[in-house]
């Protein structure tokens, strides 16, 4: 026991003169003697240390907040465009002109109060145009001076007008206008009644349209309505009327026969809303007038039939040259005749009238018989002056 008590005092004496020992013991390091210099006890250097944690939070916070506000509105704007299809990608980019035609019709136009009385034994329509109300303004005073015109579209030139009616949007008219309208042919009429803004110096402007097509109304009784006033339609193209004929063609003989069959919804051209019609058939070689034949005059009538035959003599070498020019022209005793509507038909021809003449050819001796589209005879004439750029494969012999 001696011996173990002396050799705890000889350790403990090592240890408290190592430099372990001395190192333990030495001074605190740069922090803590600048910390010693302040002169501030140490709960204000905490408080103080804790309220620049929070200012330096707080800015943070804010710095985070600004830039997320600023990039969401980019988010919205974009729009993927990846994985549409393209009816849709383009609806994005350009509206439908349909779409942009319904916007218009929904804004107020107005409206206009009218009525319809058809007289059966003298085939007579009277239109009344009462009045309208609500019209949309279209000067730069807020008002409009407004004005109604009417027709039918069967036969688009004979139109009636109002008077003019200053500075209203609500026009009180009171006017009737009477139509010769055959009933057969009552079903296929619509009536128009459009609005227009009268001035003085400029082209008037049309503020809406009504159409409505008597196929849809009773004409059995007295109609009297109101109806909201639509977009304008785009101007209508006149209706001439059609007409039926067949085409036969003989190479080894050269003869080319037109058998001229009936026609259908003529032009009106007499006062009465009836016509005269005949038709003329004009054989053109190389562009010259050669022949010219033309039917019988059927009176009074808009549906004529005339079931005539003519046969001229083309060379098969010529008929790459040739044109048949089929006209319908309105007789008159006192006056000149007026044409009525025309095509023609030949290897400088289009559409329908090619397409006729092309089967003509592809079946000799074979009479085919096709139903046209009377056409503007000024249009006709503009075409037949035209070089032929095309020919068509003849058939053998």
Same mark, same amino acid.
């Given at each position: 026991? =001696?011996?173990? *008590?002396?050799?705890?005092? $000889? @350790?403990? #004496?090592?240890? +408290?003169?190592? &430099? ?108 009344? =145009?009462?009045? *309208?109300?609500?019209?949309? $303004? @279209?000067? #730069?005073?807020? +008002?409009?001076? &407004? ?91 006149e209706q001439l009327g059609e007409i039926c004929f067949s085409l036969r063609y003989i190479p080894s003989t050269g003869k080319l026969t037109v058998l001229i069959l009936e026609a259908k919804k003529l032009k009106r ?16 070689l190389n562009k010259k007038k050669w022949k010219k034949r033309k039917t019988t005059v059927k009176k009074n009538t808009l549906n004529p039939y005339f079931n005539e035959m003519f046969v001229f003599e083309v060379p ?82």
């Open positions: 026991m =001696v011996v173990a *008590a002396r050799k705890g005092r $000889a @350790m403990a #004496s090592l240890l +408290t003169n190592s &430099p372990a020992a001395i190192t333990t013991t030495a001074p605190p390091g740069v922090l803590g003697g600048w910390l010693s210099r302040i002169p501030l006890p140490k709960w204000a250097l905490i408080a103080v240390t804790v309220a620049v944690a929070i200012l330096l939070l707080l800015f943070l916070i804010c710095i985070i907040r600004c830039c997320c506000g600023k990039k969401k509105p980019k988010k919205k704007e974009r729009v993927s465009l990846y994985g549409m299809s393209g009816s849709t990608t383009a609806s994005l980019v350009q509206p439908e002109m349909e779409d942009l035609e319904q916007g218009t019709e929904q804004t107020g136009r107005g409206k206009l109060q009218y009525s319809l009385e058809y007289n059966f034994l003298a085939q007579e329509l009277k239109v009344g =145009v009462k009045q *309208a109300a609500e019209l949309k $303004a @279209m000067d #730069s005073g807020g +008002t409009s001076d &407004p004005y109604v015109v009417v027709y039918l579209t069967s036969d688009t030139k004979k139109k009636y007008e109002t008077k003019v009616y200053r500075k209203t949007l609500n026009p009180i008219f009171n006017e009737s206008f009477t139509f010769q309208v055959p009933q057969v042919e009552v079903p296929e009429s619509t009536l128009v009644m459009q609005i227009y803004d009268f001035n003085r110096f400029t082209k008037h402007d049309i503020i809406g349209e009504v159409r409505l097509p008597l196929a849809s109304v009773s004409l059995q009784h007295v109609i009297e309505q109101w109806s909201d006033l639509a977009v304008a339609s785009k101007v209508e193209e051209m007499d006062s009465h809303g009836l016509s005269d019609p005949f038709v003329k058939v004009n054989l053109i098969f070498s010529q008929i790459q040259n040739a044109d048949v020019v089929i006209s319908v022209w309105d007789h008159d005793k006192v006056t000149k005749n007026e044409p009525i509507g025309k095509l023609f038909l030949g290897c400088r021809a289009t559409g329908n009238q090619l397409r006729h003449w092309s089967d003509m050819l592809s079946n000799p001796r074979r009479p085919l018989a096709q139903w046209h589209n009377l056409q503007p005879p000024d249009v006709v004439d503009k075409a037949l002056g035209l070089k032929s750029q095309l020919k068509l494969p003849l058939p053998p012999r």
